[in-house]
């Protein structure tokens, strides 16, 4: 079933209201980066070889701003989830693959979970298939329900939940595994009869349930990579966490951090062994460390290439490649 490639689905139309901004949801910065171009980056790490984006609310400023190695697809009405997958009907004509659907507001999830979720949606054999988390707290998410043996049920959403089903801590992430050749048909069998009028998405799982259709999912999201990034203050939480798993990996490589938490280092930052950087420094865009490189503090550096065994001194500025006036 699908299992040579992958497509996706990025669900990118919402307009952000918490956000309280002209600029689309999705095209907030994190670390130097929009939040869509996080989960564009993980899935071409997955090897998705087509990504179509659902775009809605600024949906001109998001086209221009992304290279042509992504589809869009215009979602003029926000009627929910479930409409928004419809939209991409035309885009995914005759593809026969597994259709990974994700959100564009989601940019925590690492490349280890999500290959994990795809290799048991293929070993499963599912039709469709969630990717869960165990969250300590879960209120507001819907929820997994399993049978007896352990064996996923159905998806209960907080408001329909029984005091019980509130305490399960096993929750849907928004993120779904589905096979092409049903996904349309499931979405064609929404209805919008709830307090919201929409379409959700999250109905296709009972749909392929009452369809003898073999559904499951898997808790292996770590808590913080399920987080939405939904106003401003989520947003730094997430830069929080992806300054963290940053610093990590550059002093698992070998790289000495002085006062790691006063770094602020961008995803595509290289460095090599022996590398030492002190407190205070901004390391962005394309720049990369040769091996034995000595950075002082405060120092600032974007898009350059700092050649092995150079000491830069405090409050040096070097963008471009070019030494600027500190």
Avoid: W
Avoid at 37 to 42: K, P, R, T
Avoid at 181 to 197: W, Y
Avoid at 199 to 212: E, K, P
Avoid at 244 to 249: A, P
């Amino acid at each position: 079933m699908g299992k040579e490639s992958l497509v996706s689905i990025i669900l990118a139309a919402g307009k952000g209201t918490r956000m309280k901004s002209r600029l689309p949801k999705v095209l907030h910065p994190l670390l130097g980066k929009p939040l869509l171009a996080h989960v564009i980056d993980l899935l071409k790490s997955v090897s998705v070889e087509q990504i179509v984006v659902v775009i809605g609310h600024g949906a001109d400023k998001v086209r221009r701003f992304f290279n042509d190695d992504v589809e869009f697809v215009y979602q003029e009405q926000q009627l929910g989830t479930g409409h928004a997958v419809a939209c991409a009907r035309d885009a995914l004509a005759g593809v026969k693959q597994s259709v990974l659907i994700i959100c564009g507001d989601t940019p925590l999830f690492q490349q280890v979970t999500l290959k994990s979720f795809i290799d048991a949606h293929h070993k499963s054999n599912n039709i469709v298939s969630i990717l869960s988390s165990h969250f300590a707290n879960p209120f507001g998410y819907g929820r997994i329900v399993r049978d007896g043996l352990g064996n996923f049920s159905r998806i209960v959403e907080e408001k329909d939940a029984t005091e019980e089903e509130k305490a399960i801590k096993e929750v849907n992430t928004g993120t779904y595994m589905v096979e092409a050749q049903f996904l349309f048909e499931l979405v064609s069998q929404l209805e919008c009869n709830n307090a919201q009028g929409e379409y959700y998405l999250t109905d296709i799982v009972g749909l392929a349930a009452s369809n003898g259709l073999k559904v499951g999912a898997f808790p292996l999201a770590k808590e913080e990579e399920a987080l939405g990034v939904n106003s401003r203050a989520q947003l730094a939480r997430a830069e929080a966490v992806l300054l963290r798993r940053k610093r990590g990996e550059l002093m698992d490589s070998g790289v000495t951090l002085s006062m790691p938490e006063t770094i602020y280092v961008e995803p595509d930052v290289e460095a090599g062994p022996d590398c030492q950087i002190g407190p205070f420094c901004i390391l962005k865009g394309k720049t990369v460390l040769g091996e034995g490189v000595k950075l002082d503090s405060h120092c600032y550096i974007k898009d350059s290439v700092i050649k092995p065994r150079v000491y830069i001194s405090a409050f040096s500025k070097v963008v471009d490649g070019k030494v600027l006036d500190k």
